[in-house]
């Protein structure tokens, strides 16, 4: 039997809407007006407090009005009632109840989500009512205003009243890319990637020159040359390929014997034969060979530049940095940048971890709402891809995980850089 948010009769002039499976995104929609215009909850931002209130289901972030039915509702258009259950969005924030008031007008907001928090248990039912679990109360759309920014409130539970019935439509296509800098590093199955794309998210690479499947618009993919042994690939997708993606990306870890481990003089080469071609005859631009976190790092990019023409130049200069701290991360990225004056940078790996079993000294949620803040904030800053979207993280401590492996749903982790 499949736990949905319900579709309301017709007779209140709104259409069929879609199911929504447990544990998967949806936009909880009012059913007070025509579906067809009807807003969608949605909050402030992403922080304890704030407000859940009414909102354009196609015009606020995906971040939003993204929300998780954790254990799902009763069976469509019946009077049961569902299993007493958590309503989150950006992965560990709850709809909440203020202060645990039981009166009729008490505000709803989010608030970080703890098990057994009875502010926090609601049962989604069969006939398209959310109530508030162990209580007469129902979320309610307040005075019936769908005016956005109107508070949603909880109401003593009627039966039929058109301000308590609510639906779930699966997400609206998000804004995506409108003026953020963050990429997607992703190894998971391309039917993910919109719980990921808002409009924060600009570029998608998947170390590899095939594009996944069905990119939302206005996702960029950026195919990578992974080095020696994937020319053929290379040329019959890219260079000759139909598809011009516009921008491209170097060998990964050049200077790293688990990457593709070349010598400065054996990247200048397999540059100027796989990628400068598409400069020259498809107007693409180049991020250069990846390097990670050392010294060796920016000697072997500065030997690398030294052997190409400016004209055969990569645009962005490509970085990996694992490291304990933020300030780390700073501080080396500085340096980076100033080994290369002028050009942008592109921070195409990175994460909280000394890959050295030690894992991250910063809290990692402190950690990566200041990384993303700083690295948004840096001008030179391009393109900054945090590791990874992937199920398998390869060695990274799971504490940077940025993904479920298995629902495909965001991580609080995840959302401080998506949101």
Not at 205 to 221: D, T, V
Request: proline letters at 5%.
């Amino acid at each position: 039997m499949k736990y949905v948010l319900t579709v309301l009769p017709l007779a209140l002039g709104v259409s069929a809407a879609l199911q929504a499976p447990v544990n998967s995104p949806i936009n909880i929609q009012t059913l007070a007006v025509n579906s067809n215009v009807a807003p969608c909850l949605q909050v402030a931002g992403n922080y304890d407090g704030a407000p859940v209130t009414v909102g354009n289901c196609g015009t606020s972030t995906y971040a939003q009005r993204t929300w998780v039915v954790v254990n799902g509702g009763a069976e469509e258009n019946t009077s049961n009632a569902g299993p007493a259950t958590q309503i989150r969005i950006y992965g560990n924030k709850c709809l909440d109840v203020k202060d645990g008031v039981d009166q009729d007008g008490t505000k709803l907001q989010i608030w970080t989500c703890y098990d057994g928090s009875v502010n926090q248990l609601w049962r989604v039912n069969g006939a398209g009512d959310i109530s508030w679990s162990g209580h007469n109360k129902c979320m309610d759309l307040t005075d019936g205003n769908t005016s956005a920014g109107t508070v949603i409130q909880i109401w003593t539970c009627y039966t039929g009243n058109t301000n308590q019935l609510w639906n779930a439509i699966s997400p609206r296509a998000a804004s995506v890319c409108s003026g953020g800098k963050v990429g997607l590093a992703w190894a998971m199955s391309s039917s993910f990637i919109p719980n990921a794309a808002t409009d924060k998210t600009c570029y998608i690479y998947n170390w590899s020159p095939w594009s996944p499947s069905a990119l939302p618009q206005g996702l960029r993919f950026a195919p990578m040359f992974w080095g020696p042994g994937h020319e053929s690939d290379w040329t019959s997708n890219v260079i000759q390929g139909a598809t011009n993606y516009g921008i491209a990306m170097g060998m990964q870890k050049v200077n790293q014997v688990d990457g593709s481990n070349m010598t400065p003089a054996q990247g200048a080469q397999s540059w100027k034969d796989m990628l400068v071609p598409l400069r020259t005859n498809k107007n693409y631009q180049l991020v250069s060979p990846s390097v990670i976190s050392s010294s060796s790092g920016i000697t072997w990019l500065q030997s690398f530049m030294s052997l190409l023409t400016d004209s055969q130049k990569p645009d962005f200069m490509a970085v990996h940095w694992y490291g304990k701290t933020l300030l780390d991360m700073q501080n080396y990225l500085t340096t980076f940048h100033n080994a290369f004056p002028g050009k942008t940078v592109w921070v195409t790996e990175f994460a909280c971890d000394g890959l050295d079993g030690t894992g991250c000294t910063d809290d990692i949620n402190s950690f990566a709402n200041g990384a993303d803040d700083w690295l948004s904030s840096q001008s030179w800053i391009g393109a900054y891809f945090p590791f990874a979207f992937a199920s398998d993280l390869s060695g990274v401590s799971e504490v940077n995980r940025l993904i479920n492996a298995s629902s495909g749903l965001i991580t609080p982790v995840g959302w401080a850089y998506l949101s």
